[in-house]
């Protein structure tokens, strides 16, 4: 049985569907990033908005950055972004937080740049050509990893020197020699 190319009811596509999905995933679990207290659970929930974007990758025809934000962004900064938290701090956050004082100035900023962003993508011309492009994964790969395995190596180990500095600051005990 195949699934009929536009949904019954709604009458759009799936693709358009999983799109509104994965946005509507990604905009929640990055409300919640900025508006909940416990710092653990804003660091899940901003991997969950990376998962939901690398979704999005996928769906705009970049598999190729799809995996990139998935192995850099949630691999990487998040799992060392938690990891720096764990070590250095309490879980819960303070009762008042900083950014519920400013309440109304970024209540008006924020409406101000979606009135910007609304007449920006009602002026715009866009295509109507629904293809998408697909990225050659070949040629990339071919070009970074012949190309530029130095500098790539390069910055691993400074990544790697980056994160055993911040395992040796959290873990070193006070009172002792410098």
């Known amino acids: 049985m195949t699934l009929p190319e536009t949904i019954p009811l709604l009458g759009f596509g799936w693709d358009d569907l999983l799109f509104m ?21 804003c660091g899940l ?19 190729v950055v ?14 060392l972004v938690l990891f720096a938290i764990m070590l250095t701090q309490t879980k819960a956050a303070p009762r008042a937080l900083v950014f519920q ?9 924020s409406a101000v740049l979606a009135i910007l962003i609304a007449v920006v ?7 109507v050509s629904g293809a998408r492009i697909w990225t050659n994964t070949v040629e990339l790969a071919n070009r970074l990893f012949n190309g530029f ?9 400074l990544l790697l020197a980056a994160v055993i500095g911040g395992v040796f600051l959290a873990k070193r005990e006070k009172g002792g020699d410098d």
């Not at 929930?45 to 598999?63: D, E, H, K, S, T």
């Not at 993508?121 to 295509?127: C, K, M, N, Q």
């Not at 395995?149 to 180990?157: A, D, G, I, K, R």
């Open 21 to 41: 999905t994965l946005a509507a995933i990604m905009v929640g679990s990055a409300i919640l990033v900025v508006t909940m207290r416990d710092i653990i659970r």
């Open 45 to 63: 929930a901003m991997i969950i908005a990376f998962a939901a974007l690398a979704g999005l990758y996928v769906l705009a025809g970049a598999p």
């Open 66 to 79: 799809a995996a990139t934000q998935v192995l850099v962004y949630i691999g990487a900064i998040s799992v």
């Open 101 to 109: 004082t400013q309440v109304f100035p970024a209540a008006i900023a």
């Open 121 to 127: 993508v009602a002026s715009t011309d866009w295509p």
């Open 149 to 157: 395995v130095l500098p790539f190596e390069v910055v691993s180990v």
